[in-house]
């Protein structure tokens, strides 16, 4: 039989013509390609009408994700601004003692609230006598950008880098103008307040001269200059009557403003001053004149003045060595030598007394501290804070512990030998590098804390008539005599300023801000290590999303093929 044969055309045996159909073939192979394809095409309805109705579903949120992510990358471009750019806090005058001088509640003027460093065992009658301190607390929680000032209490002891952060200048008393205060700015604040611990350095200078002009009375190698001495005994007295009165108004602030000293205190550069009026009784000591201590000192003068100080630098010393925010990288300044000199004029007063080893440790303690400062100092640590870049007379301070440890070792053994002449000729160079730099010490404001910077220049001018004492000659006379002039000259003009701020001009004590500072930033704090999280977090969920809608449509289109 023919292979190509029309079946409609073939014929079987009569036997089965009944029971046999004829179908075209041509017509089934059309109807299951036909029955196939309608059922593709239901199938491909039905996925697209899914994925239709999920991206729906996602749409709202796919959008939002979309919206932070971009915010995401603006608020990543904002915070990749330089620190300069940085927009200063404005002052809203609604902090915790209030800016304005009269702060305004249920009609009725009320001046700034000072009690809030006021000491502790008070505070409870003053809580008492001011019933609108929580309701200006409450509106500083809703004012100051959100933040809230539960922990910005004056009780609380305030991080030394804190004050690196918030402040600014050489003495880091000056705020930045992004940061907040805790009293009014233009209400004058109780002098106890504005009086600070820098006022010791006034004693300092004062003190450190009357040695001065007891070695220039004493000393052969200026007898020529025949000083009668009594200048000594006058700058002796002067020096002990303000050492008295500055004394005696610090231990009232410590009194009634306990909180305000335990501020200065956490002050990485005021921190040094309390060790001050120990130096300065120790100077007296040292100077007194002939009339008042002719014979030999008794050594329970050295106890008495040199116990606190000992003490004192064993706390200081402590928090250098054993680290944490106050080791000596983080707070070195050049106000720290202020806790080394005390040990050298320890030596100088306990080798007057007739305690020669107790000289001889204070000496080895001093000048061991003495070369950790200076390095730090010198060599600028990257962990440590970077100095501010005015140059000022504070460092000054560098010329004073060299100048005392010569001085000291002189005292101890006798002679000016070669490692008293090394600790000179050190103070020397830093004393020569100083002065060729004139105009870095013009251009600031006046301060009391100036006068801290006067004893180095003294004490440098006692060393070089030591000096001149063992090598005479008439260069070392000349510099003796260059040197005592210049330290008494400055001391003469800086008397004469202080007493025109404090009578004349009444600007010597302007309100302390350095003390006032809240212990943290009262501007909302960035946080861009979470927001860079969030960003990686919305990046993978805008990926993850991603990678599904092309999974969901190569599958389909997969299925159409």
Not at 205 to 213: E, F, K, M, N
Request: with cysteine.
């Amino acid at each position: 039989m023919r292979k190509g044969m029309d079946c409609s055309t073939r014929h079987t045996s009569p036997s089965s013509n009944d029971n046999m159909h004829f179908v075209d073939i041509h017509e089934v192979e059309k109807g299951i390609l036909a029955r196939l394809t309608a059922e593709k095409v239901k199938k491909g309805s039905n996925l697209n009408r899914q994925f239709k109705a999920r991206e729906a579903r996602r749409g709202n949120r796919s959008f939002s994700r979309q919206v932070s992510l971009e915010t995401g990358f603006s608020a990543l471009t904002r915070e990749s601004k330089p620190k300069d750019e940085r927009r200063s806090l404005p002052r809203s005058g609604r902090s915790f003692g209030g800016f304005d001088s009269a702060i305004r509640v249920n009609g009725e003027a009320r001046k700034g609230d000072f009690s809030i460093f006021r000491t502790k065992s008070t505070l409870s009658k003053q809580n008492s006598l001011l019933p609108a301190k929580k309701e200006r607390e409450t509106e500083s929680q809703r004012t100051d950008h959100g933040s809230s000032v539960a922990d910005d209490s004056a009780h609380n002891g305030v991080p030394a880098g804190r004050y690196f952060a918030a402040l600014r200048g050489p003495e880091l008393d000056q705020v930045k103008d992004s940061e907040d205060i805790l009293l009014p700015k233009d209400e004058k604040w109780p002098f106890l307040l504005r009086f600070p611990i820098g006022c010791f350095g006034i004693c300092l200078g004062l003190s450190s001269q009357a040695v001065l002009w007891r070695a220039l009375a004493t000393s052969p190698a200026t007898k020529f200059l025949h000083i009668p001495p009594y200048i000594n005994l006058a700058l002796w007295l002067l020096a002990l009557s303000v050492l008295a009165s500055v004394s005696i108004t610090y231990l009232l602030k410590c009194i009634f403003y306990f909180e305000a000293v335990k501020r200065e205190y956490f002050h990485p550069v005021r921190v040094n001053f309390f060790f001050a009026p120990w130096v300065v009784c120790m100077f007296l000591a040292i100077g007194a004149p002939s009339i008042i201590a002719p014979g030999k000192l008794h050594p329970a003068l050295w106890c008495v003045f040199m116990a606190p100080y000992f003490f004192l630098e064993l706390k200081i010393y402590g928090q250098w060595l054993s680290g944490g925010k106050r080791r000596l990288c983080k707070v070195a300044n050049p106000s720290s030598h202020l806790s080394v000199v005390g040990n050298f004029v320890g030596a100088i007063l306990a080798s007057k007394v007739g305690w020669n080893e107790a000289a001889k440790f204070l000496w080895a303690v001093g000048f061991a501290h003495y070369l950790v400062v200076f390095v730090t100092l010198y060599q600028r640590l990257p962990t440590s804070e970077a100095l501010p870049k005015e140059l000022h007379p504070v460092y000054s301070m560098f010329i004073a512990a060299p100048s005392a440890a010569s001085i000291a070792w002189e005292t101890i053994y006798g002679d000016f030998d070669g490692l008293s002449r090394t600790c000179y000729f050190i103070a020397l160079f830093l004393y020569i590098s100083l002065v060729v730099r004139i105009n870095f010490f013009t251009g600031f404001r006046f301060s009391v804390a100036w006068w801290s910077y006067t004893f180095p220049m003294t004490t440098a001018s006692v060393a070089t008539i030591k000096y001149a004492e063992h090598v005479p000659s008439a260069f070392s006379k000349g510099l003796a005599m260059t040197l005592s002039f210049m330290s008494s000259t400055m001391v003469c003009v800086l008397l004469v300023s202080t007493l025109l701020h404090a009578f004349v001009w009444r600007t010597l004590f302007p309100n302390d801000l350095a003390i006032a500072i809240t212990t943290r930033r009262l501007v909302r704090e960035k946080r861009p290590l979470k927001k860079a999280y969030d960003l990686k977090r919305w990046t993978k969920q805008a990926l993850t999303k991603h990678s599904f809608v092309n999974k969901d449509q190569a599958e389909y289109h997969d299925f159409g093929q």
